[in-house]
C-alpha cells in the first residue's frame, strides 16, 4: 500500500528539483487532462482560471488549506467512480515507477514522463494520426 511517505520519497528521487510550484504548475496539468477527459469545454476552463485569478487578489491563499480541498475533491471524485482513491494512487504509482521521465524541466515548468510519439509530432517528425497520451 502506497503511503504518503513512500511517494515522497519516491517523487523527491525522481524530481530532485522539485519545488511547490513545479508540483502546482504538473497538478494543474493533471487537473487539465482530467476536465478534458470529461468533455469540460475550454470556455468552461477559462472562465475557472479568470475567476481564480480575481479571487487571489481578494484573499491570501493558505497553500495547505488548498492542497486539504484538492484532496477532498479527489476523494469525492474517487467515489463518484465507484472506487477507491488508494486504489487509483496504487494503481498509477506501479505506471509511474515504469516510467521514463525526463531529464529536464518542460515549457510548462515541471518534470513530465517522456512521451515519444508527442514529442516527435512537436518536432514535426511524426506524421501518425495517433492521439496523444
Not at 528521487?13 to 494543474?28: G, K, M, V
Not at 488508494?86 to 512521451?115: C, P, Q, Y
Not at 508527442?118 to 517528425?125: A, C, K, Y
Request: glycine residues 4%; hydrophobic residues 40%; aromatic residues 6%.
Amino acid at each position: 500500500m502506497e503511503t504518503q511517505e513512500i511517494i515522497a520519497a519516491w517523487a523527491d528521487a525522481t524530481f530532485p528539483n522539485s519545488t511547490r510550484e513545479s508540483i502546482a504548475r504538473h497538478l494543474l496539468s493533471e487537473a487539465m487532462e482530467l476536465c478534458l477527459s470529461l468533455g469540460v469545454p475550454m470556455n468552461d476552463i477559462e472562465a475557472i482560471a479568470m475567476d481564480a485569478h480575481e479571487r487571489h487578489g481578494q484573499h491570501v491563499p493558505m497553500p495547505k488549506m488548498e492542497i486539504a480541498s484538492i484532496a477532498v475533491l479527489c476523494y469525492h471524485f474517487a467515489h463518484k467512480e465507484h472506487t477507491r482513491l488508494g486504489e487509483l494512487v496504487n494503481s498509477i504509482m506501479v505506471i509511474n515507477r515504469t516510467r521514463e521521465w525526463a531529464k529536464t524541466i518542460n515549457w510548462l515548468g515541471f518534470t513530465d514522463h517522456v512521451r515519444p510519439r508527442l514529442q516527435q509530432r512537436r518536432e514535426g517528425n511524426d506524421s501518425s494520426s495517433e492521439e496523444p497520451e
